[in-house]
Nanobody
Framework: QVQLRESGGGLVQAGGSLRLSCAAS????????MGWYRQAPGKQRELVAD???????NYADSVKGRFTISRDNAKNTVYLQMNSLKPEDTAVYYC???????????????WGQGTQVTVSS
C-alpha cells in the first residue's frame, strides 16, 4: 500500500506564488510518473502537469510558463511551483502517481487526498 502526503496549499492573492509537495511512501519499487491534477467546483478533474521518471514533462496549456513540476526521485517526492497565480487557478489540487510495488507487478495509480488552493482577486 502507498501513502501520499500533500502539503503547500493555501490562500494567496492573484499574482502570488505557492509550492505544492507530495511525498509517496510505502511499498514502492518504481514510480514511472508523478503529477498533479486539479478540480474546481462544478468542473471535472483535469491534468495540471506530470513528469515521467525520465524527466519528460507535460503541462496543461493554461499553466504553461507559470507552473513548474519537478521531482526528487531519491525522496519519492513531486513538487509543483505555481507562479503568477490567477483566480481561475482556484481548485483542489490532487497528487497522482503511477507506481510499481515490485519488479514483477504491473504499474498502478494512487491519488492523494487533495489540498485546497485559493487565489483571491
Amino acid at each position: 500500500q502507498v501513502q501520499l502526503r500533500e502539503s503547500g496549499g493555501g490562500l494567496v492573492q492573484a499574482g502570488g506564488s505557492l509550492r505544492l509537495s507530495c511525498a509517496a511512501s510505502g511499498s514502492i519499487f518504481s514510480i514511472p510518473s508523478m503529477g498533479w491534477y486539479r478540480q474546481a467546483p462544478g468542473k471535472q478533474r483535469e491534468l495540471v502537469a506530470d513528469m515521467a521518471s525520465s524527466g519528460t514533462t507535460n503541462y496543461a496549456d493554461s499553466v504553461k510558463g507559470r507552473f513548474t513540476i519537478s521531482r526528487d526521485n531519491a525522496k519519492n517526492t513531486v513538487y509543483l511551483q505555481m507562479n503568477s497565480l490567477k483566480p481561475e487557478d482556484t481548485a483542489v489540487y490532487y497528487c497522482n502517481i503511477v507506481y510499481s510495488p515490485s519488479r514483477y507487478q504491473n504499474p498502478r495509480g494512487s491519488w492523494g487526498q487533495g489540498t485546497q488552493v485559493t487565489v483571491s482577486s
